[in-house]
């Protein structure tokens, strides 16, 4: 449909007003919230996603994008709700104990909400009893960790022992990351993941969310 | 040392011309610790090392300090075997060695130790800076003025001073709660707003409790780093997430924010990551720590020669404690230091200092935007931008603009090309400044109803 490439096309372009007007125009004419999602908005985020990559997009122009997205969302939620479309997965996200470093992980939660994903964002220096707990409350998909110093990585490990004690880390997969850390070392902590930048946990959280 | 008058932004440059600033030279030198003599012909190796992925706990603390008593050691043999002149130790603390002052303390007191032995036994001029964490943003927003946080803070100065630190410093984070922020977005006048009227601000509060805690313990004030701010970008622009000209454009522009802890008494050596040291060295005539090249092991830059054309310590910033195939990892970068320090010092010595600072700015200055604002030249003319202007939300708005006319220049000569994407950016930005009320006043509401959440006006004296 011309006017869904045109929804992607304001959206890339980071044009918050008309990708508003479009939305409404789509539903007026009839097209369904899923298809005005999936079509227009995801697709759209999806050539947001690659053009970062490819570094033809700085972060401000994503973020624009990502203000068009959420300005089209706000008038799609209820007719989701009302069709009981459910989100593409929701993930938990925080900075472990002790750590103050959180721009790289505010950075996965913005890439990630592009992406079409809903995110608990639980902030920095978080306690591993404090993400049990969300982890009950939200019931994410995914759990990301980050850590950035050499001292509190191992706090990883202490979140996700803390998760299996509490009998929910089958409910979740967990994803972390952060400059310190490798797949060696997610593998030891006994994470599923392990992405390098923002970008890249876009790619592990599909993939995730795919197994 | 005297400061200009206090609390008051600078009005004049120290050093007025790209010639006089060179490497190894200052006007103000500073004297500390064990006979170290900075800024007075020479230039030394500042070490900094880490711990290994590791938890900092009560369990852990005896291996933590043996760690560290095992380094001073090495520092002592390392001195000796490659005949170092001079040397600083940098202990940068973890939050919990923060958090709890005593073993921040401790370790300044077996660091002290050793420094104390490499002078007394060996003759070796040496210092010790101690740089505790501002661990006032564990909550946001933070509380910068008051609460456990900043007393602990405080406390943790206090216990350094008194546990034989010769020099304190830190990485203060006020204002970076809103420039974080304000930089994803592209918002130059959320950042202008973060660096030229917050972060002056917490800068005059904190700064005058470090200078009267130095003075009270006999310590050197050293300085402050615009690293939650400039360095923040510099990884963003390297992340491919900003473009390189905002980050160049933040780095000039975060240097107001770093002069203030001079304006406050601070007489240097400045912080190792804070990159605008030329221009703080230019405006007080005070010894600078650089690092580049030989920090990789901490960060990648594109900065790696330009950082050393005008240091007067040169340093690895951070190295974990762990094993390398030629022995531990601060030792093999304390060589590489030594190494970098005896070409300064013989380029010196034998009249080629000139050539060499030329070697170590050209290398870099036509393949990065932000090499570019490093470089002698560009430093004296942001410093000279600053002095002009009376306020510090003027002078740091002057530092931006003169850091992009800087860039451009360069690229009308045809002696740095930028990408397209690079180039509208500059015209944005450099639009977004021209555009900014004269005065903090005329910003002030618009930038609470923007970032009032992010930010408590009172840690601010707002
Ligand atoms: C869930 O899945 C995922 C997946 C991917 C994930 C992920 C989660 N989380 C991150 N990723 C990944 O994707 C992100 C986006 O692409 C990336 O995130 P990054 O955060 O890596 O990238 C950001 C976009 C940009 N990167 C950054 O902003 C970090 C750069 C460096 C230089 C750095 C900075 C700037 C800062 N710091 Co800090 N800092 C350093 C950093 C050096 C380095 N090598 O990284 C490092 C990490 N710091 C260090 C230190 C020592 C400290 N810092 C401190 C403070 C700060 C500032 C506040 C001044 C500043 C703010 C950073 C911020 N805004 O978050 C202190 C501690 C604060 C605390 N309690 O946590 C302090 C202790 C210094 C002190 N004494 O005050 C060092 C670590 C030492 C160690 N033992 O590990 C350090 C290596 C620098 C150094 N000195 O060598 C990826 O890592």
Redesign the interface.
């Known amino acids: 449909m011309k006017e869904l490439q045109e929804l992607a096309e304001q959206l890339i372009n980071g044009y918050s007003d008309h990708v508003a007007r479009l939305t409404q125009e789509l539903l007026d004419k009839g097209a369904t919230p899923q298809t005005i999602l999936n079509e227009g908005l995801v697709a759209g985020m999806t050539v947001v996603g690659e053009r ?1 990559r490819s ?2 997009m ?4 994503v ?1 624009q994008s990502a203000s068009a997205m959420h300005a089209s969302l706000k008038i799609l939620k209820p007719h989701l709700v009302r069709d009981g479309v459910e989100s593409r997965g929701k993930i938990l996200m925080g900075t472990v104990k ?3 470093h ?2 790289g992980k ?2 996965v939660g ?1 890439m990630l909400e592009g992406a079409g994903y809903e995110i608990v964002d639980l ?3 978080v306690q591993a009893q404090k993400f049990v707990e969300a982890i009950q409350t939200h019931k994410p998909a995914i759990l990301g960790l980050s850590a950035m ?7 990883m490990k ?1 979140t996700i022992d803390a998760i299996t004690q509490a009998g929910v880390r089958a409910n979740v997969k967990i994803l972390v990351g952060g ?2 850390v490798s797949q060696k ?1 997610a593998d030891e902590v006994g994470a599923d993941a392990y992405a390098r ?2 970008v890249k946990a876009v790619d592990k959280v599909k993939e995730l969310l795919a197994a | 040392m005297p400061t200009q008058e206090a609390g008051k932004p600078y009005s004049t440059l120290a050093l007025r011309s790209p010639e006089e600033l060179m490497f190894g030279r200052v006007p103000k030198p500073v004297s500390c610790g064990y006979g170290l003599q900075l800024g007075a012909g020479a230039v030394y190796p500042e070490l900094n090392f880490t711990l290994p992925t590791m938890l900092i706990e009560e369990e852990s603390w005896s291996s933590i300090v043996n760690q560290y008593d095992e380094l001073g050691e090495m520092i002592r043999r390392t001195a000796k075997r490659l005949h170092l002149p001079g040397l600083m130790i940098e202990f940068e603390l973890l939050p919990p060695m923060t958090e709890r002052p005593e073993w921040g303390a401790e370790i300044t007191r077996v660091l002290d130790s050793h420094l104390k032995k490499a002078h007394e036994v060996d003759g070796l001029p040496c210092a010790l800076r101690v740089t505790p964490t501002d661990i006032r943003d564990a909550i946001r927003p933070p509380l910068l003025r008051t609460g456990t946080e900043w007393e602990t803070l405080r406390a943790s100065f206090e216990a350094c001073a008194e546990a034989g630190a010769h020099v304190l410093s830190i990485e203060s984070v006020g204002g970076k709660e809103l420039n974080d922020e304000a930089m994803m977005y592209g918002d130059v006048e959320g950042v202008m707003f973060a660096l030229g009227v917050l972060a002056p601000r917490d800068m005059q509060f904190l700064w005058k409790e470090i200078v009267s805690i130095c003075t009270a313990h006999g310590v050197v004030p050293g300085g402050d780093s615009a690293c939650g701010f400039a360095n923040t970008a510099m990884q963003l622009s390297s992340q491919g997430m900003l473009p390189e000209v905002f980050a160049a454009m933040v780095r000039g522009a975060s240097a107001v924010r770093s002069l203030v802890a001079y304006e406050c008494g601070a007489f240097g050596p400045s912080k190792d990551c804070a990159y605008e040291g030329p221009i703080l060295k230019a405006i007080t005539g005070a010894p600078i720590a650089m690092e580049g090249k030989s920090a990789s092991c901490a960060h990648f830059s594109p900065v790696g020669n330009v950082a050393a054309a005008m240091c007067d310590l040169w340093s690895n910033e951070s190295v974990q404690n762990v094993r390398l195939l030629s022995g531990p990892a601060p030792e093999a970068f304390l060589e590489l230091l030594t190494y970098d320090c005896r070409l300064f010092n013989a380029a010196l010595s034998t009249g080629s200092e000139r050539i060499y600072q030329r070697m170590l700015v050209e290398s870099d200055i036509h393949l990065s935007a932000q090499a570019l604002v490093l470089s002698p030249e560009s430093t004296i003319r942001i410093a000279s931008a600053i002095v002009r202007e009376r306020t510090h939300y003027r002078q740091t708005i002057a530092a931006a603009s003169e850091a992009l006319h800087v860039i451009r220049d360069a690229v009308r000569n045809k002696t740095l090309a930028l990408a397209p994407k690079e180039h509208q950016w500059l015209d944005k930005i450099e639009s977004a400044l021209v555009a900014l009320p004269a005065g903090e006043g005329g910003i002030m509401d618009s930038m609470i109803d923007r970032y009032g959440h992010l930010f408590t006006p009172s840690s601010y004296g707002l």
């Open positions: 970062m570094g033809e700085y972060l401000p122009e973020l002790g750590d103050m959180d721009i505010n950075l913005i902030g920095l220096n110093l050499t001292t509190t990585m191992l706090h202490t400059a310190p070392f930048d923002a």
